[in-house]
């Protein structure tokens, strides 16, 4: 799906009434199937409504391209995101259905470098259902039934986000190995913030540790070696007079350095308990 959806020529729909007036008011388009109806102009196959009867009981679904996203029943509708949380599909969704799906900031609840990381169970939710009976938090997949206020008819379906933080404990004794690294690096920022030329002699010696990065930087007769390596990872550009110079602050070598040992031990990662949340 793309990325840009035109919608002034769809209909909004509210009711089961209206999906249903809606589709009769649309005119069959020859070689199409008698249960079929565009939304927008005759030409835009790829926004249609289809008329269904299940165990006597007709329903209305409307899609995007190839997807089902909305069914109306006489007594609630059904959303989804068919799969493709794409911003086209959701804005279908949100124009079609009438319902305003917000965009789940997942780095209020998850630090970075883990904020869409699988390993964290927020990764699935793409967006929320937001009301006066609360946060209805959908994943990408389900169908989740709703009535035509917008209230959940099965809260149980949706997804519960889960706050996480770093244990500062184990942050502390993970960074021990690195305090003679961080002080050598100190005093010679302190000497000259201005960052480093590209030596090729270098590079190619801390390519030699690819892979057993933090291990290389613990070592104390590494430690020139990981000073370049640190400020070529994490030095920028600023003008000075006329020219661009690199430069660097301790601030932002313990930065990186946080994020290597993060990545490296996931298990620092923990979540909140709900007293520790309220």
């Given at each position: 799906m793309g990325f840009h959806i035109n919608v002034y020529n769809m209909p909004?729909?509210?009711?089961?009434?209206?999906a249903k007036k809606v589709f009769n008011s649309k005119t069959l388009v020859r070689g199409e199937q008698k249960s079929i109806r565009r939304l927008g102009d005759r030409y835009?196959?790829?926004k249609w409504i289809r008329q269904e009867m299940q165990d006597g009981v007709e329903s209305y679904v409307a899609g995007y391209y190839n997807t089902d996203l909305v069914r109306f029943y006489p007594t609630h509708k059904?959303?989804?995101?068919?799969?493709?949380?794409?911003t086209s599909t959701q804005y279908f969704v949100e124009y079609i259905g009438r319902v305003s799906l917000n965009i789940f900031e997942h780095k209020q609840y998850v630090p970075a470098p883990f904020t869409r990381s699988p390993m964290v169970k927020n990764n699935q939710i793409e967006?929320?259902?937001n009301?006066?009976?609360g946060n209805y938090f959908m994943n990408a997949d389900t169908w989740y039934k709703i009535d035509y206020k917008n209230v959940a008819l099965d809260p149980s379906q949706f997804e519960t986000p889960i706050k996480y933080k770093f244990d500062a404990s184990q942050m502390r004794e993970l960074r021990m190995p690195y305090k003679t690294l961080l002080k050598y690096i100190d005093t010679m920022l302190k000497l000259s913030n201005e960052g480093v030329e590209t030596d090729k002699v270098l590079d190619n010696q801390v390519r030699e540790w690819e892979g057993n990065k933090l291990h290389f930087l613990a070592q104390e007769s590494n430690m020139y070696l990981?000073?370049?390596?640190?400020?070529r990872q994490?030095?920028?550009i600023r003008w000075s007079g006329n020219k661009q110079v690199y430069y660097s602050n301790i601030a932002m070598i313990k930065r990186y350095l946080d994020k290597l040992i993060k990545l490296s031990n996931p298990q620092v990662l923990v979540e909140v308990k709900p007293t520790e949340q309220s």
């Amino acid at each position: 799906m793309g990325f840009h959806i035109n919608v002034y020529n769809m209909p909004r729909i509210e009711t089961y009434d209206e999906a249903k007036k809606v589709f009769n008011s649309k005119t069959l388009v020859r070689g199409e199937q008698k249960s079929i109806r565009r939304l927008g102009d005759r030409y835009e196959k790829e926004k249609w409504i289809r008329q269904e009867m299940q165990d006597g009981v007709e329903s209305y679904v409307a899609g995007y391209y190839n997807t089902d996203l909305v069914r109306f029943y006489p007594t609630h509708k059904e959303i989804t995101l068919g799969g493709y949380p794409s911003t086209s599909t959701q804005y279908f969704v949100e124009y079609i259905g009438r319902v305003s799906l917000n965009i789940f900031e997942h780095k209020q609840y998850v630090p970075a470098p883990f904020t869409r990381s699988p390993m964290v169970k927020n990764n699935q939710i793409e967006c929320f259902i937001n009301n006066m009976s609360g946060n209805y938090f959908m994943n990408a997949d389900t169908w989740y039934k709703i009535d035509y206020k917008n209230v959940a008819l099965d809260p149980s379906q949706f997804e519960t986000p889960i706050k996480y933080k770093f244990d500062a404990s184990q942050m502390r004794e993970l960074r021990m190995p690195y305090k003679t690294l961080l002080k050598y690096i100190d005093t010679m920022l302190k000497l000259s913030n201005e960052g480093v030329e590209t030596d090729k002699v270098l590079d190619n010696q801390v390519r030699e540790w690819e892979g057993n990065k933090l291990h290389f930087l613990a070592q104390e007769s590494n430690m020139y070696l990981a000073y370049y390596h640190l400020l070529r990872q994490t030095q920028h550009i600023r003008w000075s007079g006329n020219k661009q110079v690199y430069y660097s602050n301790i601030a932002m070598i313990k930065r990186y350095l946080d994020k290597l040992i993060k990545l490296s031990n996931p298990q620092v990662l923990v979540e909140v308990k709900p007293t520790e949340q309220s």
